[in-house]
């Protein structure tokens, strides 16, 4: 089946520790995506990729970084200077990354920091 | 980038249709309309987008106003299953690289 994995579905971390979440996608799409979903809102972009070895910073990519070192798979690092790393973390991908082009979103991962 | 105005919260009984509403008032000539929607504690699902046309999939309708200021999601026999949190977004056609702004977003519930 072609799709979005994310893993793990639930991390817990001290603070002061760094963690990554992991994204890997089959559809061989472009253009890959990282939002933060907190409770009760709306998903804010965090980092997006649209080609390999190429990534751009959301609206809220302080505290965080990214890699795209091969089309299927964007990591998300949450570094320690992320004030407030507790949330829901959704990976998604897009065909080119285009305003006409649908995403397509994994099964998120939710990140506990104490 | 544009924004979008939904209703908080909507009600629907089951096999009934449900109109949800979308202002979109600064919307510009490139800005796709997209609609996705999302169950609690689960990512968020691609329903439907157009541009300028009406358009159908087997999931829903999305009819958009003639001067693209507004648009409607159509579904036309709700299931207890299209319970769900409706995302009206604007995707930026050009460079925005497909960035999905989300608000609140509609929360549907259809009562049995």
């Known amino acids: 089946d072609g799709g979005i994995t994310q893993s793990p579905k639930y991390l817990f971390r001290k603070e002061g520790q760094n963690v990554t979440l992991s994204c890997e996608q089959n559809?061989?799409?472009?253009?890959m995506y990282w939002y933060r979903q907190d409770p009760g809102q709306g998903l804010r972009l965090i980092y997006y990729?649209?080609?390999?070895?190429?990534?751009q910073k959301g609206d809220i990519a302080e505290g965080y970084s990214v890699s795209r070192e091969k089309k299927e798979s964007f990591p998300l690092t949450v570094t320690s200077a992320q004030k407030n790393p507790t949330a829901f973390y959704l990976c998604?991908?897009?065909?080119?990354?285009?305003?006409?082009?649908?995403?397509?979103f994994g099964p998120g991962t939710r990140l506990t920091v104490t | 980038d544009a924004k979008t105005t939904q209703p908080n919260s909507m009600e629907s009984n089951e096999e009934e249709p449900v109109h949800l509403p979308c202002n979109h008032s600064?919307?510009?000539?490139?800005?796709?309309i997209h609609w996705y929607r999302q169950l609690p504690s689960q990512g968020p699902e691609y329903v439907i987008h157009?541009?300028?046309s009406n358009v159908n999939n087997r999931m829903a309708s999305l009819a958009i106003a003639e001067d693209r200021k507004s648009s409607t999601l159509i579904l036309h026999r709700a299931t207890l299953r299209d319970a769900a949190v409706y995302y009206c977004?604007?995707?930026?056609?050009?460079?925005?690289?497909?960035?999905?702004?989300f608000g609140q977003g509609t929360i549907l519930t259809v009562h049995p």
């Open positions: 157009g541009l300028t």
């Open positions: 990729s649209q080609i390999v070895n190429d990534f």
């Open positions: 600064t919307i510009s000539g490139t800005d796709y």
């Open positions: 559809l061989n799409h472009d253009a």
């Open positions: 998604a991908s897009s065909p080119r990354g285009l305003g006409r082009d649908e995403q397509y």
């Open positions: 977004i604007l995707n930026a056609g050009g460079t925005s690289y497909g960035k999905l702004t």
